[in-house]
């Protein structure tokens, strides 16, 4: 009882200390920062997708009908906590954690939560640095601006996932401008697949992690934000078991490589434009958003390869009224799918976001996307999709 009463004492004067500065403070020797946003999405579809919420494909239509859907859902609402210190001598510390709602289970109104960035980061004045937990993907430079929270995974980008790593960044000064190189080990196959039904992840099967790295180079060419430009890519491997009715006949059975190669730029052509984009090609890419989510086929015991790509136009044009347009393309190879695998993704997309406040923003978006089945008609889906968020 005692210790209820002191807690809630405690808890009641950093209420009120809150109150008379205007701030919300946590308690720690280091330096915290608070951060992120509450946001509710609500969209539809004149034909359905996965998954719902995040448009990735669309499915075909039954018995030549189609299937419209409405999804409502504030799972995307983040929460961050950035950390930073110590300093000693040269070094310097920091870290982060960041979670969201699109945990696995749970329900519609009552999500779990996900982890989505957790890591630990130090830094050398003369360029050097060591990250070590789960960040988004070394390889990746660029992400698209999109309101589908999918931001473009299966549809033309390869920069919707995270994984746990431990990254090496060398920062080379030139003049004004400067080169970025980083490496990684990470942990293989961040979305569990498990193609031979053995019960454990391929990716972790194969005993040895995956390897990231990126090379980029930023310079101030037409206006004061930096232009980059960069070329990444990851290697690893996937060990299929021989399966026979759920059960491990034989162990190690086959190896699948997965690869990626990709080009990225971002180009501010004034203050209030910029184009970014991306094209990539390589093979396994399901954990990556490649491959419209088919990595390895069973039936023809091969990595399927795919290319593709993004575009789009960022422009700013208020302080206050932000538009996007743009399009992507996933085009695995025709040669690696089965009857009735997706064979082509293609989407066009244009948003318009409007802050009311400096915290809150509202936003609409329309994209049209088609996707192609080998064998089988296309399936093509409308989506008017609406945002309402509050940033802290």
Not at 136 to 151: A, G, R, W
Not at 363 to 368: K, N, P, T, V
Request: hydrophobic share 35%.
């Amino acid at each position: 009882m005692l210790r209820a009463a002191s807690c809630l004492l405690i808890a009641g004067c950093l209420t009120a200390q809150a109150a008379d500065t205007n701030m919300f403070m946590v308690l720690s020797k280091f330096e915290m920062k608070l951060y992120g946003y509450a946001k509710l999405d609500a969209s539809y579809d004149t034909q359905r997708t996965s998954s719902g919420e995040r448009m990735y494909y669309v499915y075909p239509e039954v018995n030549g009908e189609s299937d419209n859907e409405f999804n409502m859902t504030a799972r995307e609402t983040r929460l961050g906590l950035d950390m930073q210190g110590p300093a000693v001598d040269e070094f310097k510390t920091s870290g982060k954690l960041e979670s969201d709602f699109y945990g696995s289970g749970g329900s519609a109104n009552a999500p779990n939560v996900r982890l989505r960035l957790a890591y630990v980061n130090i830094a050398h004045s003369r360029g050097f640095a060591m990250r070590a937990g789960q960040d988004q993907e070394t390889f990746t430079t660029v992400t698209p601006k999109i309101l589908n929270n999918s931001s473009l995974g299966n549809a033309g980008a390869l920069t919707s996932t995270r994984s746990p790593q431990f990254r090496l960044t060398q920062q080379i000064p030139l003049g004004d401008s400067k080169i970025i190189a980083a490496a990684a080990v990470t942990r293989p196959n961040t979305h569990g697949d498990d193609c031979d039904k053995g019960g454990q992840d391929d990716g972790v099967d194969s005993g040895a992690p995956f390897f990231q790295g990126n090379l980029i180079f930023e310079t101030k060419w037409l206006t004061e934000k930096a232009t980059k430009i960069s070329v990444s890519g990851h290697y690893g491997r996937e060990t299929l078991d021989s399966v026979i009715s759920n059960k491990v006949v034989e162990t190690d059975s086959k190896d699948y490589d997965s690869w990626s190669v990709m080009g990225s730029l971002y180009v501010p052509i004034i203050s209030q434009l910029a184009v970014q984009g991306t094209l990539w090609q390589g093979a396994d890419l399901d954990s990556y958003g490649g491959g419209i989510g088919q990595g390895i086929n069973t039936t023809l015991e091969k990595s399927i390869a795919a290319a593709g790509g993004w575009g789009e136009l960022v422009l700013n044009l208020t302080e206050v009224l932000n538009l996007n347009v743009g399009y992507g393309i996933d085009d695995p190879k025709d040669s690696d799918l089965s009857k009735g695998n997706r064979s082509k993704n293609q989407i066009f997309f244009a948003s318009l976001y409007y802050k009311i406040t400096s915290a809150a923003t509202v936003a609409l978006e329309y994209s049209r996307m088609q996707t192609e089945y080998k064998g089988s008609s296309d399936a093509d889906n409308n989506r008017f999709q609406g945002a309402v968020s509050y940033n802290f």
